[in-house]
Antibody, heavy 122, light 106 residues
Framework: EVQLVESGGGLVQPGRSLRLSCAAS????????MHWVRQAPGKGLEWVSG????????GYADSVKGRFTISRDNDKNFLYLQMNSLRAEDTALYYC???????????????WGKGTTVTVSS | DIQMTQSPSSLSASVGDRVTITCRAS??????LAWYQQTPGKVPKLLIY???TLQSGVPSRFSGSGSGTDFTLTISSLQPEDVATYFC????????FGGGTKVEIK
């Protein structure tokens, strides 16, 4: 069974950092690009970042560019999101998602984790 | 950046009704469009990719069409389990989601 399990969320003060992790299983991890997508309470979906299979192709939403860093460890089957200089507007449920089709680029998401909640507040 | 605009933002229909949701891109995205369903309290689920290709396991009452800037998601016969919010997503140039359409039963 394909499974994605996020961890690392929590309550953090504005300006501080947090690192999210996503453990992948049930598929060949380095055959696919991966994504982070977030959803603020009661709001819609926002793509945050994507990474291709070998980390050579990485993209970010303008709202997080320069503050967040995506990475992956293909040996351990893990995806990460390092979040620095956190703001109140980063408060959301953060989903890890598998790309539906491509190792080389990030397109759409066919498998989603249950998410980890990040709350930025003093 | 490409903006995705969905309409309506919400709708109410009867069981068995045909339901159509529209998604418009601010510039042409070929057929690089996906649709997702998010039932209350659940994780988003991929319904359609490449504008019209049904994801494996998705009921055939769901269909998608369109190319360029205008796209539609159609539910041919609304069922109670289809109560959800539906999102479109561009993946042609950057990645961006529409604001969502909430579907309820009348």
């Amino acid at each position: 069974e394909v499974q994605l399990v996020e961890s690392g969320g929590g309550l953090v003060q504005p300006g501080r950092s947090l690192r999210l992790s996503c453990a992948a299983s049930g598929f060949t991890f380095d055959d696919y690009a991966m994504h982070w997508v977030r959803q603020a309470p009661g709001k819609g979906l926002e793509w945050v970042s994507g990474i291709n299979w070998n980390s050579a192709n990485i993209g970010y939403a303008d709202s997080v560019k320069g503050r967040f860093t995506i990475s992956r460890d293909n040996d351990k089957n893990f995806l990460y999101l390092q979040m620095n200089s956190l703001r109140a507007e980063d408060t959301a449920l953060y989903y890890c998602a598998k790309d539906g089709t491509s190792p080389n680029n990030y397109y759409y998401m066919d498998v989603w984790g249950k998410g980890t909640t990040v709350t930025v507040s003093s | 950046d490409i903006q995705m605009t969905q309409s309506p933002s919400s709708l109410s229909a009867s069981v068995g009704d045909r339901v159509t949701i529209t998604c418009r891109a601010s510039q042409g995205i070929r057929n690089y469009l996906a649709w997702y369903q998010q039932t209350p309290g659940k994780v988003p689920k991929l319904l359609i990719y490449a504008a019209s290709t049904l994801q494996s396991g998705v009921p055939s009452r769901f269909s998608g069409s369109g190319s360029g800037t205008d796209f539609t998601l159609t539910i041919s016969s609304l069922q109670p389990e289809d109560v959800a919010t539906y999102f479109c997503q561009n993946y042609n140039s950057g990645l961006s989601f529409g604001g969502g359409t909430k579907v309820e039963i009348k």
